[in-house]
């Protein structure tokens, strides 16, 4: 199929050789990587649909934890982990080659000025792996790659959407067509790379695949809102393989009243969490923070009003560093009883007396440990708190009221291992790779911090495949 529209203009000043949608990591770490290894001539382009000032996408707001023990070394388990969160669902060879890129493009994001630290504490008072940190944030990273890439000379045109795939007779990505200052123009390039993030910012793709009601979920971020799934739509609608979970996103558990970027509460899990009714509706303590938090996110996004509460009492402030575990500006709500509680919260009174009676009739006397799974559990009552069960009979009482943000969605395109798009048949699609959030990696629960570490690795990989292809003449890229 060759798309040539009368309504689009041909704009030759636009030609690139690579052209790369969307601004994060993903599409930085592609762009500077084709720049470096393809050499001088070879012309990249970056298409972002932001601002120059607001590029970076969900990066630029991301606190990106990255899932390792120091800069080099991957936490413990680290293949495992994503092969078992998904349930044995995600590409295991994706996974490890993952893992196995990630000591290199530490290494060149060092040589690129990027500095790392290993966080001794994080948001998640008990957690299962260890967190490395960019020092100044992601979109430190961001400014790092989109510097490097501006001096190799890559061209970006910021404002501007890309739409739509251009395909040759033979079947073969041959640019892309995208909107700009309210016009229809088409790029030629000879490879395309998309890397412009999920569908977060797109209620109506994330109604028709999370389902009704979810067109009410708000990205965490800013960025978020720019991530409206064409790239995603763009691969499908020429035959890309769908990939991860449609139906499920990662999430934040975040303090409703709060409109500041990612205002998470992970103390949930010393506390319990309750509905409008005043009921209990998940285990809050089935496992660490960290390796729950948007499974604990999506049960609330599913009560009545999209709305609970983690209800506290007096004890959460002699928890370690509890602080840590709270980004909302806002303080809790507190009450010198639950029934004034329950009244400024304007949930059920008497539902939420009769919660905190049985959970505090309910639980074992195993010593509390703060700082792990310390099998402090309740004995009968459904859902049971597996850990940290503590009687909630200490005022003042506190309370957060909850909902869940989104924070990128699971479903997107297939990929092989060096990031070329695989076509529903089992082949690649001549001339088309795609990084980061707009692949299809996640089912069921998220592992925390790998977001990013798979937008950059992923993101040199596509670069480096198309340096590879360029020098060979070819566009055809095999796993
Ligand atoms: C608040 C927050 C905290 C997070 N914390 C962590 C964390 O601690 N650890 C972790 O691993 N992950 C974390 N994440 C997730 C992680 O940051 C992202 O998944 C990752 O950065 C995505 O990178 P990306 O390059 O694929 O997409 P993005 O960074 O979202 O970049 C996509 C770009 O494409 C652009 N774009 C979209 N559509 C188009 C189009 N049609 N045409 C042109 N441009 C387009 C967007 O404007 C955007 O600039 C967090 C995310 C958020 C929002």
């Known amino acids: 199929v060759t798309h040539k529209p009368s309504d689009a203009v041909p704009d030759t000043a636009l ?18 990587s084709i720049a470096e290894e393809a050499g001088d001539g070879v012309r990249v382009c970056v298409l972002e649909r932001s601002s120059k000032e607001e590029r970076g996408g969900n990066s630029r707001w991301s606190g990106a934890h990255l899932r ?46 990027a500095r790392f630290r290993r966080l001794p504490r994080t948001t998640f008072l ?60 088409d790029l030629r390039a000879r490879i395309v790379v998309i890397a412009s993030g ?79 009714l005043g009921e209990r509706f998940v285990d809050e303590g089935a496992d660490t923070a960290d390796e729950q938090n948007d499974i604990v996110a999506r049960a609330i996004w599913r009560q009545p009003d999209q709305i609970a509460y983690a209800i506290f009492d007096h004890k959460l402030l002699s928890v370690p560093y509890y602080q840590d ?8 709500v507190e009450a010198e009883s639950l029934t004034a509680l329950a009244e400024a919260l304007g949930i059920d009174s008497e539902g939420l007396c009769s919660t905190v009676a049985a959970f505090n009739a309910d639980i074992t006397s195993t010593p509390f440990d703060g700082t792990r799974l310390d099998g402090k559990k309740t004995r009968s009552i459904r859902p049971p708190k597996s850990n940290w069960a503590q009687a909630i009979d200490e005022p003042p009482f506190l309370a957060y009221p909850m909902m869940c943000r989104i924070v990128f969605t ?64 070819a566009v055809a890229m095999q796993s």
């Open 126 to 185: 008990t957690k299962a792996r260890p967190r490395v940190v960019p020092v100044g944030g992601c979109v430190s990273l961001v400014d790092i790659l989109a510097r490097r890439a501006e001096e190799l000379g890559v061209r970006f045109e910021y404002e501007t959407a890309a739409v739509k795939l251009l395909v040759d007779d033979a079947g073969r990505v041959s640019g892309v067509r995208v909107r700009q200052g309210g016009q229809l123009r």
């Open 410 to 473: 699971y479903g997107g395109i297939a990929t092989t291992a060096d990031a070329a798009v695989l076509s529903n048949d089992g082949d690649v699609i001549d001339g088309l790779l795609a990084a980061g959030e707009c692949t299809g990696l996640y089912y069921h629960k998220y592992p925390g911090a790998t977001s990013v570490l798979r937008s950059l690795v992923y993101g040199r990989i596509a670069g480096q495949t198309a340096a590879r292809a360029l020098a060979g003449g």
């Open 68 to 113: 390792l023990a120091d800069e080099y070394t991957l936490a413990p388990d680290f293949v495992e982990d994503m092969v078992r969160f998904s349930r044995g669902l995600s590409d295991r060879a994706y996974i490890e080659r993952l893992a196995e890129r990630v000591p290199e493009t530490m290494d060149w994001l060092g040589s690129l000025g």
């Open 198 to 276: 999920g569908f977060e910012g797109n209620p109506e793709m994330i109604t028709q695949y999370l389902g009704p009601g979810a067109g009410m979920l708000e990205p965490v971020s800013p960025g978020g809102r720019n991530n409206k799934g064409e790239g995603i739509r763009m691969a499908l609608e020429i035959g890309a393989r769908p990939s991860g979970e449609w139906g499920s996103f990662h999430a934040s558990p975040t303090d409703q009243r709060s409109s500041q970027p990612e205002p998470s509460i992970m103390v949930f899990p010393h506390g319990i969490l309750v509905n409008r």
């Open 15 to 32: 030609d690139a050789d690579v052209a790369v949608i969307g601004c994060g990591v993903a599409g930085l770490g592609a762009a500077v």
């Open 325 to 332: 575990g709270i980004w909302s500006d806002r303080r809790p």
